[in-house]
């Protein structure tokens, strides 16, 4: 058959599969962005958000990085993903917790949480990946299951250029971005987004989120004075 390049016609259960082998992986833990930089998210969330009170959910959660840097602070947290893998390797690293609250597989949509019942809704580095018939149903679960008032944390690249990262399998020809990102977002779009699904802005912020080290202050000073373009959009939003 003759090589040619095409792209992926990503489905659900490709995309759980992708992020199987990824999780079941112990050598790609220090690549997920809720270890590399969870707690400068959180320590930025916290100016809007008050972590300590009522339940919180992490959706899309992965293998548990950011549960359990929630948990650690003393955050009532539960955790959910379309992943088997993610939720074995949340289990695990969470068994015996006090604040954890449990870890949920799905397999579509609507999650079995009752309407309301979570205070905080974290959605990082996750809505870049849901496909395109996913991404209205995904977010109106999100408002159905954040109390109003509670608050939603997302994070996604900036104007993410999507050509940038697209690989080409030598084997079959298929094109995908390198870790499967489906939509590309910036500061108005996703506020706009939000809106119509019932969340009224706190705060965006785009930023480019480094993990803590004593080099962090430096490498900002210089992005500024460079106007480096700013990688990460970090939206805060009110549940109306």
């Not at 995309?15 to 050598?27: G, P, S, V």
């Not at 408002?143 to 994070?155: D, E």
């Amino acid at each position: 058959m003759p090589f040619g390049v095409h792209d992926v016609v990503w489905t659900r259960e490709k995309a759980i599969r992708f992020w199987n082998q990824l999780a079941a992986r112990d050598t790609t833990e220090d690549s997920y962005f809720s270890k590399q930089v969870g707690d400068l998210v959180l320590d930025l969330a916290e100016k809007d958000v008050d972590l300590t009170r009522g339940r919180i959910l992490d959706f899309g959660c992965g293998p548990g990085f950011l549960v359990e840097k929630l948990v650690n602070r003393g955050a009532l947290t539960e955790a959910v993903d379309f992943s088997p893998a993610s939720i074995e390797a949340t289990r695990k690293r969470l068994a015996g917790q006090a604040k954890f609250a449990g870890a949920t597989e799905i397999q579509a949509l609507p999650t079995p949480y009752e309407d309301a019942r979570f205070d905080t809704v974290f959605f990082l580095e996750t809505i870049e990946h849901l496909l395109a018939d996913e991404l209205e149903p995904t977010v109106a679960e999100l408002a159905r299951i954040t109390k109003p008032g509670g608050s939603i944390v997302i994070t996604t690249r900036n104007e993410e250029d999507l050509e940038k990262d697209m690989q080409i399998c030598p084997d079959c020809g298929c094109k995908f971005h390198r870790v499967q990102h489906q939509s590309s977002w910036s500061a108005t779009s996703l506020t706009r987004f939000m809106q119509k699904h019932g969340f009224e802005v706190e705060r965006t912020r785009t930023l480019t989120l480094r993990p803590y080290s004593r080099w962090s202050q430096v490498f900002d000073l210089v992005s500024t004075v460079l106007r480096t373009p700013k990688i990460n959009l970090m939206y805060v939003g009110r549940r109306r």
